[in-house]
């Protein structure tokens, strides 16, 4: 079958699938979910890996997907994932993973055997008091140990995303470049986003990247080709050390938002499909999974959600709605 690019109203093609495999996660950290309260979904609510794939597999096979990644929730949590990587290494694409790290230590190497390519590894702080306190568990030294596992797994690039939070830690910016640096992973410093669970989120925690960017800079000189650091499809405008050391990144998703050449849609622990993380609408793909639907009926409906995806979101604009879902509920 020829693949056809999948081209939303805004002419931008879509090639890139992001995957949450549970709404469930072993830490609570502050500025993506309350530590009681969440419900979770029942177990046969989420998508089996054999639906997973199916989905996938209509991306690449149709629409040419070239790069997925699967997310949470906590994506490890989730019983036999080598099984669903190795699925979704066969389609041949880009295979990616968010996750906290803590159990990395023993799982990175079966999961790069069983085709995982790239990891993204969120640490939000070096300090073990400090990390404790923001993700409610004394588990720092686990995510360092699962980053260096997965340096020593073959993973590539390895990534570090840390969410940066007035008050809470952005006094550790520079301590998180020199750990890049050093340990030669990729920091991508996010803005927070108006999605947490527990409803705390202001404009005045969030740090702009311009900020970030500067205090590095200052610090480290920077090289930001075409004068504003280089953005591609990717949401991270990313920069390079003049002194060889690496790259960094910023994703600033509040205060320079990328929407313009975004190429992702999202599907959810329970089968939602999403246009864009802030979204207010949902396709149901679980009902036509499972309501007996072709591969035909399933191809329409990702092609009618992508032919309503909107220019952007609004975070900021008085008509800015906050979709009634959480990061963790969507699949960040
Ligand atoms: N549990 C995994 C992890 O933490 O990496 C994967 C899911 S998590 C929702 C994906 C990414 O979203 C993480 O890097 C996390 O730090 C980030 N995140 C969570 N809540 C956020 C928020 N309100 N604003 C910005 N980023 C957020
Ligand atoms: Fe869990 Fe990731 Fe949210 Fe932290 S950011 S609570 S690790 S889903």
Redesign the pocket.
Known sequence: MVATALLDPYNRTVRDLRI?ITDR?N?R?T???PEEGMKWLPRDELLTYEELTRVARICVERFGFESIRI?????TVRAHLPVLIRHLAELGVDLAM????ATLSHQAAELARSGLRRI???C?SLRPDRFAAITCRDALGAVLAGIDASLAAGLDPVKV???VVRGLNDDEILDFAAFGRAKGVELRF???????GGGQ?NMGQVVPATEIVAAIDAEWPLVAPGGGGVRDSAPAESYTYADGAGRVGVIA?VTRPFCESCDRIRVTAEGQLRNCLFSVRETDLRGILRGGGTDDDLASAIEAEVGRKWAGHSIGQVHFTRPAR???Q???
């Open positions: 949450s996660c830490f950290c500025y993506c979910m997310t949470g929730g906590e994506p968010t996750t906290n790290g993204n590894i969120s939000d995303n840390c969410v996010i803005e927070w986003m108006p999605l947490d989120w998703s959480s990061m963790s969507i699949g960040g």
